[in-house]
């Protein structure tokens, strides 16, 4: 079982920036991919970025490319999401996932353990 705690939320205005933590304990995550989805009102959950344990190779959504960067901290077990320039469109639940194989992917289904969210609002 793998156990993830997301933190790094809140309020913050357009253009704005914020970094999310995404904590890993129980098993080893090292032949793991891990990913951040977003949840807005309304809507699906979408994969926003995904980064290999292994290798930390990264990939993002279109919309994100540029500003939003992925990173963990092998040491620390934790995976990061730092968003710049952010808009009031990516307002949402963020929450961190993790799937069993180093590849990354970019549905929901693939992804076998979850957090509990943490909340982005950006709003003005």
């Known amino acids: 079982q793998v156990h993830l705690v997301e933190s790094g939320g809140g309020l913050v205005q357009p253009g704005g920036s914020l970094r999310l933590s995404c904590a890993a304990s129980?098993?080893?995550?090292?032949?793991?991919?891990m990913a951040w989805f977003r949840q807005a009102p309304g809507k699906e959950r979408a994969v926003v970025a995904a980064i290999s344990w292994s290798s930390g190779s990264t990939d993002y959504a279109e919309s994100v490319k540029g500003r939003f960067t992925s990173s963990r901290d092998i040491a620390k077990n934790t995976v990061y999401l730092q968003m710049n320039s952010l808009k009031p469109e990516e307002t949402g639940v963020y929450y961190c996932a993790s799937k069993r194989g180093a590849g990354v992917a970019y549905t929901r289904d693939w992804y076998d353990y979850w957090g509990q969210g943490t909340q982005v609002a950006v709003s003005s």
């Open positions: 129980g098993r080893s995550i090292s032949g793991y991919a």
